[in-house]
């Protein structure tokens, strides 16, 4: 964890009813002494926790309800931290000095202590620092994102019941690997639960304190077409006069405010990954990354991004031709095809139903490319075809790589568009769009051509960028995780 310090080794057993637990203390994190966390491993399945010593009796009544509050949350929910409030008793405990919570109460007699699997990830302040010195264009919809999943969760607990309200500031969210959020730590404090998310809304940004914020609204630039960052402004000023005067009845209604102010954010297409920055800090978990991230000398196909895409489906619906998407049942893997008929699915609700697929067998040798986007005119006739493969040392089996899967779809669509004659203009913005791709696929240090020719013989035979090798027990969770992006996109 971020500020940890090693200590002397420490056994500490700790207790839960009947139920106790063995712990060896490694080390303590966080930002202020009064408050650190310890780090240490279970002794007996070697996973790792945090110990949070609850040291005065304000502490302890602090936390004492966390037990009460957990058996309120469904099992296996994932937005909320796993806490236990346990005891250390002197007797499990010979030889070891123990922290009094509290010698006032006999419901705090003993050493207490609040007891959760430790989370990897970052909090949300440090993970939104690393933005500092950025256009806040260039991540403000990553941040709204985060903040309606931080919405969701509390509004999950509203609907259950949960007593009080979950402690909302930049330290207890944490950001995991996978671009999701958890939320630690509880309080009874009394304070409205849309302000403190609005407070962390803008809590990267300077002279956004709440006196501030009406103020200095608009000089903010979530989105770089002037009339809609004015729309998302006057939105999120008509939020912030709502929290003023207790406008809210529920956090449902808050959050469905927040996902309409997501509305006016601009879509750049079918995304190909998670998040905007790919969560790149997390390394050797080959995160997918999205197709709105390129560097400034690709402005141009950034730009064009969407007028293309948009354009090949609205060529779809008029000209009546339609797309036959054929993978390799064969080399992919149930979750790599079900994100490949999510995107199916996904454009045929923008084109009334002008794509399809269809997989094939590679079993008996004969090998085609592992995609293949046909597309086809009214009497069936093959217009243009774009293949996209990916080479594979021999023996190695492409299920157990983290395919960027939405990427190569993306690429072999923009291919089926290429006209005959690779010197047509036509063709430009496309081969642009396919750069961008595959720069996304294989990182922006590699040697991505500039001639057409060129680049469609380098997507039918795509390196395996390092990124992509990945624990194959995570195969699956990664695989599913691009699906539900892909969804949410």
């Known amino acids: 964890p971020i500020g940890f310090t090693p200590q002397p080794r420490e056994e500490l057993t700790l207790n839960l009813g009947s139920k106790t637990q063995k712990f060896t203390i490694l080390g303590a994190f966080g930002r202020r002494e009064d408050t650190w966390l310890h780090l240490a491993v279970d002794e007996d399945t070697g996973k790792l926790f945090v110990i949070r010593k609850l040291a005065t009796a304000e502490a302890a009544r602090h936390c004492g309800e966390v037990s009460r509050v957990m058996e309120m949350i469904p099992e296996g929910y994932k937005g909320i931290y796993d806490a236990k409030w346990m005891e250390a008793l002197p007797e499990l405990n010979p030889g070891n000095k123990l922290w009094i919570s509290s010698d006032e109460d006999d419901k705090f007699a003993y050493a207490s202590a609040i007891v959760y699997p430790f989370i990897e990830g970052l909090d949300f302040e440090d993970y939104f620092s690393r933005f500092k010195g950025e256009r806040l264009s260039s991540y403000s919809r990553l941040l709204l994102d985060k903040i309606i999943r931080v919405a969701e969760i509390c509004a999950d607990l509203e609907t259950w019941g949960v007593p009080g309200i979950w402690d909302i500031n930049s330290f207890n969210e944490i950001i995991g690997p996978d671009g999701d959020v958890v939320m630690i730590d509880y309080s009874k404090v009394g304070f409205t639960p849309t302000g403190a998310l609005e407070d962390l809304f803008y809590a990267p940004f300077d002279n956004m304190r709440r006196p501030e914020r009406e103020k200095n609204l608009s000089k903010l630039v979530f989105v770089e077409d002037q009339h809609l960052n004015d729309r998302i402004i006057s939105g999120l000023r008509a939020i912030h006069h709502k929290i003023k005067s207790g406008e809210y009845t529920s956090l449902k209604e808050f959050l469905s405010d927040l996902r309409n102010m997501r509305s006016l954010f601009p879509n750049d297409g079918v995304r190909s990954g998670i998040n905007?920055?790919?969560?790149?800090?997390?390394?050797?978990?080959?995160?997918?990354?999205?197709?709105?991230?390129?560097?400034?000398?690709?402005?141009?196909?950034?730009?064009?991004?969407?007028?293309?895409?948009?354009?090949?489906?609205?060529?779809?619906?008029?000209?009546?031709?339609?797309?036959?998407?054929?993978?390799d049942e064969t080399r992919f893997s149930g979750s790599q095809i079900a994100i490949i008929k999510e995107y199916v699915r996904l454009l045929n609700?923008?084109?009334?139903?002008?794509?399809?697929?269809?997989?094939?067998?590679?079993?008996?040798?004969?090998?085609?490319?592992?995609?293949?986007?046909?597309?086809?005119?009214?009497?069936?006739?093959?217009?243009?075809?774009?293949?996209?493969?990916?080479?594979?040392?021999?023996?190695?089996?492409?299920?157990?790589?983290?395919?960027?899967?939405?990427?190569?779809?993306?690429?072999?669509?923009?291919?089926?568009?290429?006209?005959?004659?690779?010197?047509?203009?036509?063709?430009?913005?496309i081969a642009g769009f396919i750069r961008r791709e595959c720069r996304e696929i294989l990182g922006d240090g590699s040697a991505i051509p500039d001639d057409l020719a060129s680049l469609i013989k380098l997507i039918r035979n795509l390196p395996i960028p390092k990124a992509a090798i990945i624990p194959t027990e995570k195969i699956e969770e990664y695989n599913k995780l691009a699906k539900e992006a892909l969804s949410a996109a």
């Open 276 to 327: 905007r920055q790919g969560d790149a800090s997390y390394a050797g978990v080959g995160q997918i990354h999205a197709a709105s991230s390129c560097e400034a000398k690709d402005m141009y196909d950034s730009e064009e991004f969407k007028v293309l895409w948009f354009d090949m489906l609205r060529k779809a619906f008029h000209e009546k031709s339609v797309y036959k998407i054929k993978y």
């Open 349 to 429: 609700m923008k084109t009334g139903g002008k794509f399809e697929t269809a997989g094939f067998s590679s079993a008996n040798g004969a090998r085609e490319a592992l995609l293949t986007v046909y597309k086809l005119n009214h009497t069936g006739n093959v217009m243009g075809k774009g293949c996209v493969d990916i080479d594979i040392p021999a023996g190695d089996d492409i299920k157990q790589y983290a395919l960027r899967i939405t990427g190569m779809l993306n690429i072999a669509l923009a291919a089926s568009n290429i006209g005959e004659d690779l010197s047509d203009g036509d063709n430009t913005p």
